[in-house]
C-alpha cells in the first residue's frame, strides 16, 4: 500500500519562521543591530540605577531615548529576521529602517550629550552616559552600512509609480509599436 501522506508532510525550507540572512536585512546588520539592542538596554538599566539627579530633565530624556531605542530596535529586529515582516501589511521596510536608525541615532546622540553636560558626575552617570554614546555610534554605523549596501531609499527613480496594478505610461505595447527603431526590428 502507498504512503499518501508523503507528500504533503515534507518540510517546505521557504516557510521557516526565522530567515538567515533575511531580504531586508543581512547579517552585518542584523549583528549591528543586536548590539545596538544590547547597549541601548544597558544604558536605560544603568540610567535607571541612578537614585538622585540634581538636574533631572536630561536624565529623563535619557531615560526615554534609551527606552524607545531599546523597545523599538528589538521590535524592528524581530521584524526584520523572521517572516513577520511579510504579514504585517508594511511594504516600505527600507524606507523605515532609514528613518528609524537615522532618527534615533541622532536622539540618542543628543541625549547623550545633553546628559553628560548635565549629570552630576557620579560613575553611574558616566557609564550610562558611555553607553548612550557606543549605542548612538552603533545605530550611526548602521545608517552608514544601510546607505553604503541600498542607497538612499527615498530617491525616485524617475518611472511613475502604477496603482491599482495599472501598467506605467509608456510600458504598454502600444508604445513599442509607436517606437520607430521597435518597428524597424520587426
Same mark, same amino acid.
Given at each position: 500500500?502507498?504512503d499518501?501522506?508523503?507528500?504533503?508532510?515534507?518540510?517546505?525550507?521557504?516557510?521557516?519562521? =526565522?530567515?538567515?540572512?533575511?531580504?531586508? =536585512?543581512?547579517?552585518?546588520?542584523?549583528?549591528?543591530?543586536?548590539?545596538?539592542?544590547?547597549?541601548?538596554?544597558v544604558?536605560?538599566?544603568?540610567?535607571?540605577?541612578?537614585?538622585?539627579c540634581?538636574?533631572?530633565g536630561?536624565l529623563?530624556?535619557?531615560?526615554?531615548?534609551?527606552?524607545?531605542?531599546?523597545?523599538?530596535? =528589538? =521590535?524592528?529586529?524581530?521584524?526584520?529576521?523572521?517572516?513577520?515582516?511579510?504579514?504585517?501589511?508594511?511594504?516600505?521596510?527600507?524606507?523605515?529602517?532609514?528613518?528609524?536608525?537615522?532618527?534615533?541615532?541622532?536622539?540618542?546622540?543628543?541625549?547623550?550629550?545633553?546628559?553628560?553636560?548635565?549629570?552630576?558626575?557620579?560613575?553611574?552617570?558616566?557609564?550610562?552616559?558611555?553607553?548612550?554614546?557606543?549605542?548612538?555610534?552603533?545605530?550611526?554605523?548602521?545608517?552608514?552600512?544601510?546607505?553604503?549596501?541600498?542607497?538612499?531609499?527615498?530617491?525616485?527613480?524617475?518611472?511613475?509609480?502604477?496603482s491599482?496594478g495599472?501598467v506605467?505610461?509608456g510600458?504598454?505595447?502600444?508604445e513599442?509599436?509607436?517606437?520607430?527603431?521597435?518597428?524597424?526590428?520587426?
Open positions: 500500500m502507498a499518501v501522506y508523503s507528500p504533503t508532510t515534507v518540510s517546505n525550507p521557504k516557510t521557516s519562521w =526565522l530567515m538567515l540572512p533575511s531580504k531586508p =536585512l543581512e547579517k552585518v546588520r542584523c549583528g549591528i543591530k543586536v548590539i545596538e539592542v544590547l547597549l541601548s538596554f544604558a536605560f538599566i544603568m540610567e535607571e540605577m541612578i537614585n538622585s540634581s538636574s533631572c536630561p529623563y530624556f535619557f531615560e526615554f531615548i534609551s527606552c524607545t531605542a531599546f523597545l523599538f530596535t =528589538l =521590535l524592528l529586529l524581530v521584524l526584520l529576521y523572521t517572516c513577520l515582516h511579510s504579514r504585517v501589511g508594511i511594504t516600505c521596510w527600507a524606507k523605515l529602517d532609514f528613518g528609524y536608525t537615522a532618527f534615533i541615532g541622532v536622539a540618542f546622540l543628543l541625549s547623550s550629550i545633553i546628559f553628560t553636560a548635565s549629570n552630576s558626575d557620579t560613575t553611574l552617570e558616566r557609564s550610562a552616559a558611555a553607553f548612550g554614546f557606543l549605542a548612538s555610534l552603533m545605530f550611526i554605523v548602521d545608517f552608514v552600512l544601510f546607505v553604503k549596501s541600498q542607497g538612499f531609499p527615498f530617491k525616485g527613480d524617475g518611472k511613475p509609480e502604477s491599482n495599472a506605467p505610461v510600458a504598454g505595447p502600444e513599442a509599436k509607436l517606437n520607430p527603431s521597435a518597428n524597424e526590428a520587426q
